[in-house]
C-alpha cells in the first residue's frame, strides 16, 4: 500500500507566539497534529474506521524558530 506526503499551510495566528515572536513549543506539536489529521484527510482514511494512523512518540529537534507568517506542515508516512 502507498502513502503520499500531504502538504498543509497553515497561518501562524499571534496567540501561536511567545514573548520573543517565536512559535510555541507546544504549539508546534499542534501543528504536527493538524498535518496528521490532513495526511488522514489526503489518503481517505475516516478515524475510527479499520486503519488508524496512531502517533506513538514523538520526538523533535528544532533547527530553527518558527517566525511569523506561514507554515508549511509536510506529512508522510515512514
Same mark, same amino acid.
Given at each position: 500500500?502507498?502513502?503520499?506526503?500531504?502538504?498543509?499551510?497553515?497561518?501562524?495566528?499571534?496567540? &501561536?507566539?511567545?514573548?520573543?515572536?517565536?512559535?510555541?513549543?507546544?504549539?508546534?506539536?499542534?501543528?504536527?497534529?493538524?498535518?496528521?489529521?490532513?495526511?488522514? &484527510?489526503?489518503?481517505?482514511?475516516?478515524?475510527?474506521?479499520?486503519?488508524?494512523?496512531?502517533?506513538?512518540?514523538?520526538?523533535?529537534?528544532?533547527?530553527?524558530?518558527?517566525?511569523?507568517?506561514?507554515?508549511?506542515?509536510?506529512?508522510?508516512?515512514?
Amino acid at each position: 500500500m502507498f502513502f503520499s506526503e500531504s502538504r498543509l499551510m497553515l497561518p501562524v495566528r499571534p496567540n &501561536d507566539l511567545d514573548a520573543l515572536g517565536h512559535v510555541n513549543n507546544a504549539v508546534a506539536l499542534e501543528y504536527l497534529e493538524a498535518g496528521r489529521w490532513d495526511w488522514l &484527510d489526503h489518503q481517505g482514511l475516516v478515524p475510527g474506521d479499520r486503519l488508524i494512523a496512531v502517533v506513538a512518540r514523538i520526538e523533535i529537534d528544532y533547527r530553527a524558530e518558527i517566525p511569523r507568517g506561514r507554515v508549511e506542515i509536510r506529512t508522510a508516512l515512514e
